[in-house]
């Protein structure tokens, strides 16, 4: 299993219109990527921090994935404070 997180800052208030935008772009792509078992978006209100954390049942294809992302991003950048940083991990246990 496999994780991707995404996490960035938000411009103060944006974090709900974020979080539609998000669900409303990725909602109707990514329920047909392969090995995508879940999804979330996450923020921290006191903070601005937002998180995207995504589980895999296999490792996510940089290369489909990555467009996706990238067309996300220059759509919302006018709700960012800062580009965000992706990073992915290997799961090694679970409870």
Same mark, same amino acid.
């Given at each position: 299993?496999?994780?991707?997180? !995404? ?7 944006? *974090? ?9 772009? #990725? ?13 979330? #978006? ?29 067309? #996300? ?19 090694? *246990?679970? !409870?």
């Amino acid at each position: 299993m496999y994780l991707r997180i !995404i996490s960035g800052q938000v411009q103060p208030g944006k *974090a709900d219109e974020l979080a539609a935008r998000w669900k409303e772009y #990725f909602g109707t792509r990514l329920p047909n990527v392969p090995g995508l078992l879940h999804t979330y #978006f996450s923020v921290d209100r006191a903070t601005d921090t937002i998180v995207s954390v995504s589980i895999w049942d296999r490792e996510p294809e940089q290369a489909r994935m990555q467009p996706l992302i990238d067309d #996300f991003i220059s759509q919302v950048s006018n709700l960012v404070s800062v580009p965000p940083q992706v990073a992915g991990y290997e799961v090694l *246990a679970e !409870i």
